[in-house]
């Protein structure tokens, strides 16, 4: 049987139409619990851009996400396109991957020039038939409010679908290839807008029973006393001690009783980080975050795990090579998922001060820091059960309802961009993705709980 790497769209509207009937319902799980809070001026906006080129650009806080965008397009009666991480399309034994397909979405192997994937953009982008969703981080946050660096890549392939444009329209006109009027920096390119779609979640009320309870039911998995109605921070500090313990102990490392929690906490990410990214013959640089690195090892095992040819023509031993190394690295998943949530630990999101980007270590509040008058933060609360949950019990087993705001950003026509991008074209696209990056900072610090 054929196995390729890459998923291309089928979009269909009869399942599009069947699932943005289902949607409401489907957020209203409690598995979900999601309403989600649009402008109707925004709604109007992309409406009006109906039938243009359009390049949308969220934020990535949460893995439901993509509901809240899908229901953006349920609101502004269109069908969208979008770009999701070939893994996905794997889950549910592929069931997921054909109801994503023929809702319009298509995949992208992280960390590699996927040929296919990028193609696919740049003709979406091209025909500008319909929205197409990029969440310009590259993957899930888990932070209502920390970004990830942003990724350049998916502007480089929006100036490579103007100048695919420009190619169109000079082919058309009957222009030769080597005539001085088929100079792209003397002709008008049509609009290719880009925006960013900022998303922002905020809880009901009534958190803290329902941590209390998720920490009972921790505490209970890992052997600890059931404190319930205790402050939450010892319990998190509790709690976070014992996950540490066990890391410890599997990679062979001695504490020092005057050792803090966060200097435990950096020793353990870095002996587990570093020696990830030596097996994957990763070079970090001084200069890239923790997320950053995470993130790179993500992309190689992506790569990994994912890259390969139509199987039709391997023989046995290529096939079970391949299954093979495709097993061993998937595992690889579940220790970047420890190095996340370890994240959590260092930075003391539950209080204090918030951040659009993740602090330096000696910035922060840790386990240690332990104040007498705490405000704590219900969706920071609920982040730190959500990781917890994920490293012990292996899954989020905690639900609240949740409200989902969404602000349309800026529409920026990158067609305005397109001659800066032919003086310089790393530095267009850098400057832009930096622009874009303090403008989300900017959405987020903008968005309120709705009342």
């Given at each position: 049987?054929?196995?390729?790497?890459?998923?291309?769209?089928?979009?269909?509207?009869?399942?599009?139409?069947?699932?943005?009937?289902?949607?409401?319902?489907?957020?209203?799980?409690?598995?979900?619990?999601?309403?989600?809070?649009?402008?109707?001026?925004?709604?109007?906006?992309?409406?009006?851009?109906?039938?243009?080129?359009?390049?949308?650009?969220?934020?990535?806080?949460?893995?439901?996400?993509?509901?809240?965008?899908?229901?953006?397009?349920?609101?502004?009666?269109?069908?969208?396109?979008?770009?999701?991480?070939?893994?996905?399309?794997?889950?549910?034994?592929?069931?997921?991957?054909?109801?994503?397909?023929?809702?319009?979405?298509?995949?992208?192997?992280?960390?590699?020039?996927?040929?296919?994937?990028?193609?696919?953009?740049?003709?979406?982008?091209?025909?500008?038939?319909?929205?197409?969703?990029?969440?310009?981080?590259?993957?899930?946050?888990?932070?209502?409010?920390?970004?990830?660096?942003?990724?350049?890549?998916?502007?480089?392939?929006?100036?490579?679908?103007?100048?695919?444009?420009?190619?169109?329209?000079?082919?058309?006109?009957?222009?030769?290839?080597?005539?001085?009027?088929?100079?792209?920096?003397?002709?008008?390119?049509?609009?290719?807008?880009?925006?960013?779609?900022?998303?922002?979640?905020?809880?009901?009320?009534?958190?803290?029973?329902?941590?209390?309870?998720?920490?009972?039911?921790?505490?209970?998995?890992?052997?600890?006393?059931?404190?319930?109605?205790?402050?939450?921070?010892?319990?998190?500090?509790?709690?976070?001690?014992?996950?540490?313990?066990?890391?410890?102990?599997?990679?062979?490392?001695?504490?020092?009783?005057?050792d803090t929690i966060t200097r435990r906490v950096e020793r353990v990410k870095e002996r587990l980080l570093g020696q990830m990214e030596r097996y994957l013959d990763l070079f970090p640089q001084e200069e890239q975050s923790y997320l950053e690195r995470i993130r790179a090892a993500r992309n190689r095992i992506d790569v990994l795990v994912y890259s390969?040819?139509?199987?039709?023509?391997?023989?046995?031993?290529?096939?079970?090579?391949?299954?093979?190394?495709?097993?061993?690295?998937?595992?690889?998943?579940?220790?970047?998922?420890?190095?996340?949530?370890?994240?959590?630990?260092?930075?003391?999101?539950?209080?204090?001060?918030?951040?659009?980007?993740?602090?330096?270590?000696?910035?922060?509040?840790?386990?240690?820091?332990?104040?007498?008058?705490?405000?704590?933060?219900?969706?920071?609360?609920?982040?730190?059960?959500?990781?917890?949950?994920?490293?012990?019990?292996?899954?989020?087993?905690?639900?609240?309802?949740?409200?989902?705001?969404?602000?349309?950003?800026?529409?920026?026509?990158?067609?305005?961009?397109?001659?800066?991008?032919?003086?310089?074209?790393?530095?267009?696209?850098?400057?832009?993705?930096?622009?874009?990056?303090?403008?989300?900072?900017?959405?987020?610090?903008?968005?309120?709980?709705?009342?």
């Open positions: 049987m054929s196995k390729t790497a890459f998923r291309p769209p089928k979009l269909t509207p009869m399942v599009v139409n069947t699932v943005k009937t289902l949607l409401p319902w489907m957020m209203g799980l409690p598995s979900f619990a999601i309403k989600t809070v649009f402008e109707p001026q925004d709604i109007q906006t992309l409406k009006q851009y109906q039938g243009q080129r359009l390049l949308l650009l969220p934020n990535h806080p949460s893995s439901e996400d993509p509901l809240i965008l899908m229901d953006l397009s349920r609101h502004v009666g269109a069908m969208f396109n979008y770009v999701a991480a070939r893994e996905v399309f794997e889950l549910y034994h592929g069931v997921n991957g054909w109801l994503l397909q023929h809702c319009g979405v298509y995949s992208v192997i992280r960390g590699k020039a996927d040929r296919e994937s990028f193609k696919t953009t740049r003709g979406l982008l091209a025909k500008g038939e319909r929205p197409l969703v990029v969440f310009i981080e590259g993957e899930v946050s888990s932070e209502n409010e920390t970004l990830i660096p942003f990724e350049g890549g998916v502007l480089q392939l929006a100036f490579w679908a103007l100048e695919d444009i420009k190619k169109e329209d000079i082919k058309k006109e009957g222009i030769k290839p080597h005539s001085p009027h088929a100079n792209p920096s003397e002709t008008t390119l049509p609009p290719l807008n880009a925006a960013l779609v900022a998303l922002k979640y905020f809880y009901d009320d009534g958190v803290l029973p329902v941590v209390d309870r998720a920490l009972s039911h921790l505490e209970k998995a890992t052997g600890l006393e059931d404190r319930s109605g205790q402050d939450a921070y010892l319990r998190f500090q509790a709690l976070g001690a014992v996950v540490l313990s066990v890391h410890e102990k599997a990679l062979n490392i001695s504490a020092k009783e005057t390969y040819e139509d199987t039709d023509e391997f023989s046995d031993y290529e096939r079970h090579s391949l299954e093979m190394r495709q097993k061993t690295f998937s595992g690889f998943y579940q220790h970047l998922g420890s190095l996340v949530n370890f994240l959590t630990f260092q930075e003391g999101r539950v209080i204090g001060r918030s951040s659009l980007h993740a602090p330096e270590a000696e910035d922060v509040e840790s386990f240690d820091d332990v104040e007498s008058q705490r405000e704590y933060q219900p969706e920071r609360l609920m982040e730190l059960v959500h990781r917890l949950e994920k490293e012990i019990l292996g899954q989020v087993v905690t639900h609240h309802p949740r409200t989902a705001v969404v602000k349309l950003g800026k529409i920026h026509n990158l067609s305005d961009y397109y001659p800066a991008y032919l003086g310089d074209k790393k530095k267009t696209v850098l400057d832009l993705t930096d622009e874009l990056e303090a403008e989300m900072g900017g959405y987020l610090r903008e968005i309120q709980k709705p009342r």
